[in-house]
């Protein structure tokens, strides 16, 4: 089994998101003992912003910079290819994600390669996979805010190349003082807990 774990959180080992992914990571791991882990810190290191000359510059003729990208968006690629069950750290920033996972979702959404335009709409070609994400958010939301653009644009983005099998692990209230952050960690460690990380194998 192998497991691809992007963290997003700005905020190092205070990150309430990369608390709950970690956890996550470690429950899959038990019931996987040999599963092999590749963790992508996009906080410290992001993929740069998309450029035109990166989307448009021929492979064979891309040099320095470009190529050094362009080489980086495959790697990214074939991580996500590679993967068995793909553990996303989101926190909620600004109603949405944070830029530095934006940057990675537009690496590997390529046209060719994780989806397909066709003559009925687009497919993706990325599915197969497990996802679990491991939500953060400084406020209480709930289910189906008007203000959440976080949760609904993950499960668009992911599902627009094939990955639907999406469970979400969410901690809420972590700005709301220390009382709200324990009680929204422990609710969802508790659900992390419950996942049946068995089906993944």
């Known amino acids: 089994m192998n497991i691809l774990h992007l963290d997003a959180g700005l905020f190092g080992d205070h990150s309430v998101s990369r608390i709950v992914g970690k956890a996550v990571v470690e429950q899959l791991l038990a019931a996987h003992p040999g599963a092999r882990v590749i963790h992508?810190?996009?906080?410290?290191?992001?993929p740069a912003h998309l450029t035109g000359a990166l989307l448009t510059t021929?492979?064979?003729q891309a040099e320095g910079a470009t190529k050094a990208e362009q080489e980086l968006t495959d790697a990214l690629i074939a991580e996500l290819f590679?993967?068995?069950?793909?553990?996303?750290?989101?926190?909620?920033?600004?109603?949405?994600?944070p830029t530095q996972l934006k940057a990675w979702f537009d690496r590997v959404l390529k046209a060719g390669t994780t989806f397909k335009y066709t003559e009925t709409g687009p497919v993706?070609?990325?599915g197969g996979r497990r996802v679990i994400i491991a939500s953060s958010r400084g406020g209480q939301y709930g289910d189906n805010s008007p203000m959440d653009f976080q949760e609904p644009y993950l499960?668009?983005?992911l599902g627009f190349i094939g990955l639907t099998d999406?469970?979400?692990?969410?901690?809420?209230?972590?700005?709301?003082?220390?009382?709200?952050?324990k009680a929204g960690i422990e609710q969802a460690l508790a659900a992390v807990a419950r996942l049946q990380v068995a089906a993944a194998a």
């Open 166 to 181: 999406i469970a979400v692990v969410r901690s809420e209230g972590s700005a709301m003082g220390d009382e709200a952050r």
């Open 40 to 46: 992508r810190d996009l906080a410290i290191a992001a």
């Open 58 to 60: 021929p492979v064979d």
């Open 82 to 97: 590679a993967a068995d069950t793909i553990v996303i750290g989101a926190p909620m920033y600004n109603f949405s994600i």
């Open 155 to 157: 499960k668009a983005l």
């Open 124 to 126: 993706g070609l990325a």
